[in-house]
């Protein structure tokens, strides 16, 4: 039997106060697969991708991680295989390029060696190599993070998630404090490197074009429910006026 890469299965979640963040949500994704969740702030997003993380606990519901259930106990095997990109980044600002995308494979590096900041040369040159994959190879890779762009800075984030080879990336709002353009560039980016190294993605996001554009598949949430669950190409002005009214 095949089973789907995530399994979320009548997930719901309530904070105090009996707010209602997630409400009996049902999704499958599979291997290589690109998703956009659209929706307005609050609706359910970031929660959602904070319960795959293992960030906010579960309330009802289970997730399966190619059949492992979160509740068994395998986070290691769980979260070695899950990356994720920020929306603020999440970089050492004062570290260089290379050093934060060498953190993104931090689980697979002995601990004496991160103490000593004695990174293996495979881990070196995986690193490099990811840099010239995410563009920055006109760039000195002892740079520190701070003197970046914050597309620059992006791309340094999505290098991280690359050099663990995850099966999938979590992106929670991985292009709100970029212009247009450079939003542009760095889904495309996250797109064809996702790709290109067979890894799924799950990835929140405010633009409809951009989503369009993006993904697959959208997933349109609201107020903690999945309105629609259907291929790109196939969502109608319908869709988005149910999900913005």
Known sequence: MVY???????VSKIYPGN??????????????EIIAILGSS???KSTLIRTILGLTALNYG????RNNNYKDKNYKMIRNSVATIYQNFNLVTRSSIIKNIILGDIAKVSSWRVLFNLW???????????????????IDCNKRVENLSGGQQQRVGIARALISAPDIILADEPVSNL??????DILRLIRET???????VLCSLHQVDFAKNFADRIIGMKEGNILFDKP?????????NKLYK
Do not use: M
């Not at 212009?179 to 542009?184: C, E, K, M, Y």
């Open 42 to 44: 609050g609706s359910g």
């Open 19 to 32: 707010v209602l963040a997630l409400n009996n949500v049902n999704i499958n994704i599979d291997d290589n």
């Open 194 to 200: 996702a790709k290109k190294n067979k890894i799924s």
């Open 62 to 65: 289970n997730i399966f991680f």
């Open 179 to 184: 212009d247009p353009q450079t939003a542009r």
């Open 232 to 240: 790109a190409k196939k969502i109608l002005k319908f869709d988005l």
């Open 4 to 10: 789907p890469l995530l399994k979320i299965e009548s």
């Open 120 to 138: 293996p040369k495979e881990t070196i040159n995986k690193a490099i190599d990811i840099i010239e994959e995410v563009g920055l190879n006109n």
